[in-house]
């Protein structure tokens, strides 16, 4: 009989991603209600058992394979899904990252079940597992409840809160060597290359300052980075300051871009088109910028600034920094 819950961790650079983490609890939420353990699958190179244990994880399963030295979406899906397989536990989840929307699929493909992607909720309904996630750009929101087991989802990244962290608690560990054939890995990374810029990435920053088509111009996005950088946050952007040209496609938040949720989103010079809303409307708190009244951002905004965002912004830059010293 299938029980317990399955959590892929996700790692960047030996360190684990926390939006792995942020799954990992919410997973031990879910444990704790129906008193099934967390099991935890780790396919990078660092050993993170004491992190994933203080986190909630009762037991860490270690992958060891050569073919797996770098990421691959086919070797990364079998391994999930023969460890699946091994293990018959009745939910699996991962964090809907790049990584996790990429191999997912294909590990729910074998094991001949669906995924609910992107949720930002999670709760037992009769036994069985409930998934709460956004369509139609956010408009209305879909409860989906999985028939087959495993149960998979992918969470959104910033919705679920981290949990304390018991350092007394400790998690089993087990090694794991998937059946992987050469043949059947099509693609695999060569390398990686870091873009150059801000410190904290986009989809797991606390706070994020965008910049849109108010923005004028290329030139003028270090206002943008400059209040970013004083609140400690990351800095975003429309679509429509990203096909203009003026800021790289790694920074747009919306439909076409990122999906993030931080606790704080300062839109400047944004109108609030609603493919842009789609990617940040489950912001905790929403700060407009715009020099228009009528823009349609400011019907979903917390607080709203009509006015100059080249007056304002420099000002708030300002009174950030003066706070902070």
Known sequence: MAQGILVFIEERQGSIRKASLEVLCAARRLGDELKEPVVAICLGAEDPATALAHYGADEIVRVRHELLSSYTPEGYAATVAQAAQKIQPRVVLAAATAMGRDFLPRTAAHLRVGLAQDCTGLNWVNGRLQCVRPMYAGKVYARVQPTLVPAMATLRPNVFTLGPVETGRSAAKESFTPELAPEKIRARATGTQAAGGQKVELTEADIIVSGGRGIKGPENFPLIQALADALGGAMGASRAAVDAGWIDHQYQVGQTGKTVSPTLYVACGISGAIQHLAGMSSSKYIVAINKDPDA??????????????????????????????
């Open 296 to 325: 349609p951002i400011f019907k979903i905004a917390d607080y709203g600034i009509v006015g100059d965002l080249f007056t304002i912004v420099p000002a708030l830059t300002a009174e950030v920094k003066k706070l902070k010293a």
